[in-house]
């Protein structure tokens, strides 16, 4: 059974950092890509960062450049997302995703709050 179970969620002021996990199970963890989501609300998903099976991350959406970083172990089956200088526009629920070709999985998902 395929799972990816985020976690490391919760409030935060503004300005300050988060470390997102995600532990994944039931596939070849190291043979995905690793991605980062969120989904603000009334908003739609946003991919945000990505990285290889070896590593190289990715940063696709500009309002987090520079301040979000993602990384893996693929020892620990775990991918993290860490975050810094966060906005309260940063805001929302925050998606692990696997890829490989055109499979995909996702988790449920772990909310963020940045509110003073």
């Known amino acids: 059974q395929v799972q990816l179970v985020e976690s490391g969620g919760g409030l935060v002021q503004p300005g300050g950092s988060l470390t997102l996990s995600c532990i994944a199970s039931?596939?070849?963890?190291?043979?995905?890509?690793m991605r980062w989501s969120r989904q603000a609300p009334g908003k739609e998903r946003e991919l945000l960062v990505g990285?290889?099976?070896?590593?190289?991350?990715?940063t696709f959406a500009d309002s987090v450049k520079g301040r979000f970083t993602i990384s893996r172990d693929n020892a620990k089956n775990t991918v993290y997302l860490q975050m810094t200088s966060l906005k309260l526009e940063d805001t929302a629920v925050y998606y692990c995703?696997?890829?490989?070709?055109?499979?995909?999985?996702w988790g449920q998902g772990t909310q963020v709050t940045v509110s003073s």
């Open positions: 039931g596939f070849p963890f190291s043979s995905y890509a």
């Open positions: 995703n696997a890829r490989q070709l055109e499979v995909d999985y």
């Open positions: 990285i290889g099976t070896v590593g190289g991350g990715t």
